[in-house]
C-alpha cells in the first residue's frame, strides 16, 4: 500500500490542562489560520523533553513541519511549586535550544499563557 505524501506547516506543543485548551484553539484559530499543524498535548509541555523530542522528530519526519510553537502556561500543575514565569522561560528557552541544534531550519516561537487567557511571547 502506498500511503500518499501528506505535509503540514507547524506542530503546537502545548500542556494538556484542559482550562487552556479554548485559549489554544482561539489562538490556534487566529494566528495558524490559513495553515496546518500537528498537535502535542503533555502534561507540562516541553518539561519532559526527551518525549517531545520524540513526537517532534516524527513531525517533522513524516510532515516536513516548518514551524513549531511552544506554550507553556502559568499554575501548571506538572510544574508545581516550580510554575514560576521565570522557570516557564527558561524551560522553553531549553526546548527552543535543543530543538534548533537538531533542525536548524525550523522557526520557533515560545510563549507563556496566562490564567486569564493572555499569550505572552518568550524571547
Ligand atoms: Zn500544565
Known sequence: MVIPIHSCDAIVITCIDFRFQKYIRDWTDKNLKDKTFDLIGFAGSTKDLDTIMRQLDV?????????????????????????????????????????????????????????????????
Open 59 to 123: 513531525s517533522v519526519r513524516l510532515h516536513k513541519i516548518k514551524e513549531a510553537h511552544l506554550i507553556h502556561h502559568e499554575a501548571c500543575g506538572a510544574y508545581g511549586a516550580e510554575s514560576t514565569p521565570e522557570k516557564h522561560a527558561e524551560d522553553l528557552r531549553k526546548a527552543r535550544e535543543r530543538i534548533n541544534s537538531t533542525y536548524p531550519l525550523l522557526e520557533v516561537g515560545l510563549y507563556y499563557l496566562h490564567l486569564d487567557g493572555l499569550f505572552e511571547k518568550v524571547d
